[in-house]
């Protein structure tokens, strides 16, 4: 499966932004989705995932209650809603792909990478 990540921009502290993870090729709906971040400097990290249904979704501590992880199997696009965004949360965000759920907070676990888009929030 290939993956473009878009949606990226910048934004002041508090604001919002949405970004879709469009995919192509094998058939999305086996596949769950994750989404993980990168800022200058520091190691790629998790932030959210959810498994090929939809119905089990896991988020990273530091977005809890303000990223939301949503799929469209129909339209073959995954989602990541991002309110009350924070300075800290600056970084290059990366969708990825996995067929069996296993180890979903380890970004090695995760087969299919998009390219990345930059959210950047200013202060």
């Known amino acids: 499966v290939q993956l473009q990540a878009s949606g990226g921009g910048l934004v002041q502290a508090g604001g919002s932004l949405r970004l879709s993870c469009v995919a192509s090729?094998?058939?999305?709906?086996?596949?769950?989705l994750g989404w993980f971040r990168q800022a200058p400097g520091k190691e790629r990290e998790f932030v959210a995932r959810m498994q090929q249904s939809g119905s089990t979704t896991s988020y990273a501590d530091s977005v809890k209650g303000r990223f939301t992880i949503s799929r469209d199997n129909a339209k073959n696009t995954g989602y990541l809603q991002m309110n009350s965004l924070k300075p800290e949360d600056t970084a290059v965000y990366y969708c990825?792909?996995?067929?069996?759920?296993?180890?979903?907070?380890?970004?090695?676990?995760?087969?299919?990478w998009g390219q990345g888009t930059q959210v950047t929030v200013s202060s």
């Open positions: 090729g094998r058939s999305f709906r086996s596949y769950s």
């Open positions: 990825a792909a996995q067929s069996r759920s296993v180890g979903f907070e380890d970004q090695k676990n995760w087969g299919y």
